[in-house]
């Protein structure tokens, strides 16, 4: 029997960043994930050794990164985006809403990453960290919740005994349905389609995004500080729209791309592998019950509108570490209902509200009647003059306060979280 203060279940990017910040705080962890270890990604000599799975990261998530001491690992490998064009006229500059990193005293508004990137220096950094067991290629079979803990019978055989449990095992969690959790959940109208595409010109460490009327395409930077022709696309419709794309041709998908985005990055000139998937909402009734806890996708997904999904994972790892930071301080059980109450109802009340903003969004540019779409972009125009607007718009994106127009806004909470000062610098 393995005993360990805390099981993490699922090796991604959410489990790893939590079992990495526990860790660093004394607390011995295991983590058990379905999969292989990660391999160290190889050199991207074409579009298509590129991972079509892609995460862009706010503010608030690198500075996450940082402070658990992996950004560095990701060297070249995060490119930045300065600013973001999102439109729906005829062209470009109609219906259009600008945001720019400087309004929000930034640097940048957040990074493009490839999400094997991200899992390969967080897994890194595991497999040095003292304190930590990584067990990859490892199931459950079973799961107790006992009164001061858990404890999980593996596959082959072997058992482990915890103060508690992480499930961070994805949007099809083991965890959650062997405790049968009540989630509310449904189909989202669209279906998305990721793709990494050379264009003919420099993306200017922009992120574009077009609404048509089958849902939104994204234009993501992507190949780090050296190769400002790369992008990666989400391309969200209809599913007959987006089954009709899968099936054209590279030819015939690249000159679909360059019409559908107004040849804003030029002409597409080179598409590599397309993965298309259906879109679903999920969220948990609950984050926390006892010494079981759920994080990430395995507590809920929305749409990748706003690429808020990895994001909304990583404010789920800063509260539960804050959370952790303060059992420590205080010499209470790990699993005190106490400490987890505020931070559930936070997770909760964020997770709800972003949610329901992509559904607004979604809904909003989804109304083709034609008296509908000049007074929409009439309102899009009228937000894009008003300043202060903007700024509390990309302020709630980026994960940062909002403290006005005569300074800089401080990093978010997870500078002044207890846990941060336990991290590397």
Request: glycine share 10%; charged share 20%.
């Amino acid at each position: 029997m393995i005993e360990t203060d805390i099981l993490v279940v699922g090796g991604g990017m959410v489990g790893a960043a939590l079992a990495l910040g526990a860790a660093r705080m004394g607390y011995a962890v295991t983590v058990v994930d379905a999969g292989p270890a990660p391999r160290p990604p190889g050199p991207a000599r074409t579009v298509g050794d590129h991972d079509v799975r892609v995460s862009a990261l706010t503010r608030s998530s690198d500075y996450l990164l940082r402070a658990l001491g992996v950004w560095e690992a990701l060297g070249g490998h995060a490119t930045p985006y300065r600013h973001m064009h999102v439109w729906e006229g005829e062209t470009p500059r109609s219906g259009a809403i600008r945001f720019d990193a400087e309004s929000v005293c930034q640097p940048d508004l957040g990074h493009i990453v490839e999400n094997s990137q991200t899992r390969w220096a967080l897994w890194q950094a595991l497999e040095a960290q003292s304190g930590v067991a990584c067990l990859p290629e490892t199931r459950l079979k079973t799961l107790q919740v006992l009164d001061d803990g858990v404890e999980a019978g593996l596959a082959d055989g072997d058992g482990i005994r915890a103060g508690m449990l992480v499930g961070a095992d994805g949007a099809r969690s083991w965890v959650r349905e062997t405790l049968m959790w009540p989630t509310d959940e449904r189909d989202y109208p669209h279906h998305a389609l990721v793709a990494n595409v050379r264009m003919a010109r420099s993306h200017r460490y922009t992120a574009w995004q077009r609404f048509l009327p089958s849902g939104p395409l994204a234009l993501l930077p992507l190949g780090g500080q050296g190769d400002e022709t790369l992008i990666s696309i989400v391309w969200s419709a209809w599913p007959d729209t987006l089954d009709g794309l899968m099936a054209r041709s590279d030819e015939a998908f690249l000159e679909a791309l360059t019409d559908a985005s107004q040849g804003v990055l030029g002409d597409a000139l080179e598409v590599g592998p397309r993965q298309a998937f259906p879109l679903r909402y999920r969220q948990t009734q609950r984050f926390v019950q006892g010494p079981v806890v759920l994080l990430g996708d395995a507590a809920h997904t929305i749409h990748p509108l706003a690429g808020q999904g990895v994001n909304l994972g990583f404010r789920d790892v800063i509260g539960a570490l804050d959370v952790l930071a303060r059992a420590r301080e205080l010499g209470l059980p790990l699993a005190e209902p106490r400490l987890w109450q505020g931070w559930q109802r936070e997770r909760r009340l964020d997770v709800t509200r972003t949610a329901a903003a992509m559904q607004f969004f979604c809904e909003v540019y989804g109304i083709a009647l034609p008296g509908f779409m000049p007074l929409r972009r009439l309102g899009i125009s009228v937000v894009n003059r008003l300043a202060p607007v903007k700024r509390r718009i990309m302020c709630e994106a980026l994960g940062i306060p909002d403290v006005g127009t005569n300074q800089p806004p401080v990093s978010n909470r997870a500078c002044r979280s207890r846990w941060a000062v336990l991290s590397p610098p």
